[in-house]
């Protein structure tokens, strides 16, 4: 493309204006964590930069278990329903890509709706539930409404990449003395792998960043996660508010994703514009 | 090793469309029998229900003597080559070939062992761990084979196996699955739809159109004796020339003479209780420069004139195309399919009445030439046009060979005017999406 240099500048200038646009909240987090209580509490003269650096804020949130066990359990929850989820998403999304039976497209519906339902709806019937089961307050009662949302996704997602997987493959795989489960497991799913590895991606970004049920369906930090946890912070005394502690402990918790994100972009792009992928 | 028996073998599709239609036939033990058809003749699904890819919908389907209709491939002991080959693309060469047996528990020596001699058999020894992505179309191919052959089974099914190679490929490929099949004597189903690879391949050879056989006999036997029109169109290459011709007076009137019909021939015709229309199929190599044919020769057939549209030298022949009005020919739909298939129908009514004859290379006959031709009378062939029945054959019954193999019961080489697979559109007609995808070039290495 034949840019001129008047067309480069407007570009440059649009993406410098994008990336300010969304750096700077997430810069000013990170400032925040680094400040000491008293400098973020002093009006007037505030800076975007701390003036003196601290990492008080840090090892403040990580001296109690207030926010170190509901990191545990974000990270033991997140795995646990992403695991759960991409293994029954891809059993469903190979029946929907492979074969044909009743209520196929009532299966998609129903799932498509899930995805679309506002979860703000679901908030107070799930509370009830859950108590009534026993369930209100443990890893279990966040893990199941999180496979459900998760489904859906692994289901959209994983369908469209064993789409890809040519069949000739699995009746290849079933001459060769495979039952149905074996060439499932011995063909299809390593070639699905990359698809997969993004759908399993997906999920655990979808529970990790996930706060409105972490909220309403926990008490305590027994199974409180760590976005629930943030709002839940004491400041040193009741009259101070835990702005360092809180922005320490979102840095925290981003980090996980900065990583993901910037290992596996390829990945998520492709899961986000499956169908267009070769798996 | 085992001989491989269809019952009445029909399948249905759950639209109501019929893929295969009573279709009977044994194959023997170590035979090499093709299947071969235009697209969606239901060869294909004739094989996958052999394999027990495809469920059947009626019939009964032996192996070795034990009925398999019910069970599943991997009980069945067949190997299959698909025409993609499907490779598993995340194994390497070795995995690939030793999969089957590793599924089947055997030991790893063994299957090591398998393999190598496989690979050594079939050149793959330096590619055995690469992964199939690495690898020529050649190579491919006979990875495919290989996963077939380490496994030792009952049977192999081909599924045009050699449709993906090009040509010059394919036919150096072609003689080594005929090496390769002689001498592991393993019985062998291959599909096709390559008249030549099936001609040259094959113990026996099953011309499938619309779901049904129509004639199974040696290659020779259905170029030479072809049961019906389909056939006779079907098998050579280039094809037969088919012209409307009446029966008068113990002659046979064509738009390129009357030709007089030896006694023999009459009592056949007569005996087949022909009509008075008829139509006449000509091989192009019953046709000579009538300068070179032998003066004691020419009583056995018809000179004529004609005027040469275009000449084709290859060097050991030479090929003449010439225009005539064929009469209506064209009205009989087995015609009407070959000319699909050959791509005839596109090319407009001028090509329909196209007559190709093959002739000898010293023919100093040159286009635009009014040529004086000879055609010998020898070796023509009458069908019924209603029918499509060969009228020439002795006492009508065709498929009858006369070479050892196992022939098919009589009823399965009959034509079938009637069968409601005619209602059957080739493009309704259920065929694999590898059948539907395979390039439409059949025999570009055939001339």
Redesign the interface.
């Known amino acids: 493309m034949a840019a001129t240099t008047r067309q480069k500048s407007g570009w440059i200038t649009a993406n410098i204006v994008t990336i300010l646009l969304v750096l700077i909240p997430v810069l000013w987090i990170v400032s925040l964590s680094f400040k000491n209580p008293a400098t973020i509490a002093a009006t007037g003269r505030a800076t975007f930069w701390p003036t003196s650096w601290t990492w008080a804020n840090y090892s403040g949130i990580f001296s109690t278990s207030e926010f170190t066990r509901p990191l545990l359990n974000s990270i033991g929850i997140g795995l646990i329903a992403t695991f759960i989820s991409v293994v029954l998403a891809s059993m469903a999304a190979y029946a929907v890509a492979r074969l044909n039976f009743p209520g196929k497209r009532a299966l998609i519906g129903i799932s498509l709706l899930i995805a679309m339902f506002p979860l703000i709806s679901l908030v107070t019937p799930l509370f009830n539930i859950e108590r009534g089961l026993g369930i209100f307050n443990t890893w279990i009662g966040l893990i199941i409404p999180y496979i459900a949302f998760g489904l859906p996704l692994g289901i959209y997602t994983l369908s469209a990449f064993f789409r890809e997987i ?4 699995e ?9 149905p489960f ?1 060439a499932f497991i ?2 299809i799913a ?2 699905a792998a990359p698809g997969m590895v993004t759908t399993a991606i997906l999920v655990f970004l979808f529970c990790w960043n996930e706060f409105l049920l972490a909220i309403s369906l926990t008490s305590t930090i027994a199974a409180r996660t760590a976005p629930a946890a943030l709002a839940f912070f004491n400041g040193s005394s009741q009259f101070t508010v835990p702005t360092g502690s809180i922005s320490a402990a979102a840095v925290v918790i981003t980090i996980p994703i900065i990583i993901f994100v910037l290992f596996f972009q390829r990945r998520i792009v492709a899961g986000l514009t499956s169908g267009a992928v070769k798996g | 090793m085992a001989e491989i028996n269809l019952d009445h073998i029909s399948k249905r599709f759950p639209d109501g469309a019929i893929g295969v239609d009573d279709v009977s036939l044994d194959i023997a033990d170590g035979e090499f029998i093709i299947l071969v058809g235009p697209s969606g003749c239901g060869k294909s699904t004739t094989l996958n229900m052999i394999a027990g890819l495809e469920d059947i919908t009626s019939g009964e389907l032996r192996i070795g003597g034990t009925v398999v209709n019910n069970k599943a491939p991997k009980d069945r002991d067949i190997a299959m080559v698909f025409q993609s080959y499907a490779l598993y693309p995340h194994m390497s060469v070795r995995d690939n070939m030793g999969f089957a047996l590793k599924l089947a528990k055997t030991p790893k020596n063994v299957i090591d062992e398998k393999v190598n001699e496989a690979a050594r058999t079939l050149d793959l020894t330096p590619f055995l761990d690469r992964r199939p992505a690495n690898l020529s179309g050649g190579q491919r191919q006979r990875v495919a084979m290989g996963r077939a052959i380490v496994r030792d089974p009952a049977a192999f099914l081909m599924d045009e196996p050699l449709s993906n190679l090009d040509a010059k490929l394919r036919v150096q490929t072609r003689t080594e699955v005929s090496r390769l099949q002689k001498r592991l004597g393993t019985t062998m189903v291959y599909v096709t739809h390559d008249q030549t690879e099936a001609m040259t391949l094959g113990d026996r050879v099953a011309v499938m159109r619309l779901g049904t056989i129509q004639q199974v006999a040696s290659p020779q036997e259905l170029y030479d004796r072809p049961a019906n029109l389909f056939v006779a169109g079907f098998m050579g290459s280039p094809s037969m020339n088919f012209m409307a011709g009446t029966l008068e007076e113990g002659k046979l009137r064509t738009v390129l003479g009357d030709f007089p019909l030896h006694s023999q021939l009459r009592q056949t015709l007569e005996r087949a209780g022909a009509a008075h229309d008829v139509i006449v199929g000509i091989r192009p190599e019953s046709f000579e420069d009538a300068e070179l044919v032998p003066a004691e020769a020419k009583p056995n057939g018809l000179e004529f004139n004609a005027t040469i549209d275009v000449t084709e030298s290859l060097g050991s022949e030479k090929f003449v195309y010439f225009t005539r009005e064929l009469g209506q020919t064209h009205n009989v739909a087995e015609l009407e399919e070959l000319a699909r298939d050959s791509g005839r129908a596109e090319a407009g009514g001028a090509a329909r009445e196209t007559v190709v004859a093959r002739l000898d290379p010293a023919s100093r006959i040159t286009e635009g030439q009014d040529a004086r031709l000879w055609v010998d009378t020898r070796h023509l062939h009458v069908f019924d046009p209603a029918s499509g029945r060969n009228l020439t054959l002795e006492g009508g019954a065709p498929g009858a060979p006369a070479s050892s193999a196992p022939a098919a019961p009589a009823g399965t080489g009959a034509p079938r005017q009637e069968s409601p697979a005619a209602d059957v559109r080739p493009d309704q007609a259920p065929t694999t999406a590898t059948e539907a995808a395979r390039p439409a070039s059949g025999d570009g290495e055939s001339q």
Do not use: C, H, S
Not at chain 1, 166 to 169: D, R, T, V
Not at chain 1, 171 to 179: P, R
């Open positions: 040519p069949w000739e493959l009746k290849a795989a079933k001459v060769d003395g495979a039952t074996q011995r063909v390593p070639l």
